[in-house]
Nanobody, 115 residues
C-alpha cells in the first residue's frame, strides 16, 4: 500500500510564493508518476502539475511558468513550488501517486490567495 500526505498550504498574498510538500510512503518502489490536482467551486478539478519517474513534467496551462514540480526520490517527497500566486490559484490542492494502474490520493491542503 501507498500513503500520501500533503503539507504546506495556507494563506498567501498575490504575488507571493508557497511550497507544497507531498510525502509518499509505503510501497514506493511500485510508483512511476506523481502530481498535483486542484479543485475549487470556480476551477472544478484541474491538473496542476505532474512528473514521471524519468523526470518529465507536465503543467496545466494556467500555472505553466509560475509553478514547478520536483521530486526527491530518495526521500519519497514531491514538491510544488508556487510563485507569483494569483487569487484564481485559490483551491484545495491534492497530491497523487500513480503505479500505472491506480492513483493514491492525499487529503488535500487549502491554498488561499485573497483578491
Amino acid at each position: 500500500q501507498v500513503q500520501v500526505v500533503e503539507s504546506g498550504g495556507g494563506l498567501a498574498q498575490p504575488g507571493e510564493s508557497l511550497r507544497l510538500s507531498c510525502v509518499v510512503s509505503g510501497n514506493i518502489a511500485s510508483l512511476n508518476g506523481w502530481g498535483w490536482y486542484r479543485e475549487s467551486p470556480e476551477i472544478k478539478r484541474e491538473l496542476v502539475a505532474a512528473i514521471i519517474i524519468e523526470g518529465l513534467t507536465r503543467y496545466g496551462d494556467s500555472v505553466r511558468g509560475r509553478f514547478t514540480i520536483s521530486r526527491d526520490g530518495g526521500n519519497g517527497v514531491i514538491y510544488l513550488e508556487m510563485n507569483h500566486l494569483k487569487p484564481e490559484d485559490t483551491a484545495v490542492y491534492s497530491c497523487f501517486a500513480a503505479d500505472g494502474s491506480s492513483l493514491t490520493w492525499g487529503r488535500g491542503v487549502q491554498v488561499t490567495v485573497p483578491s
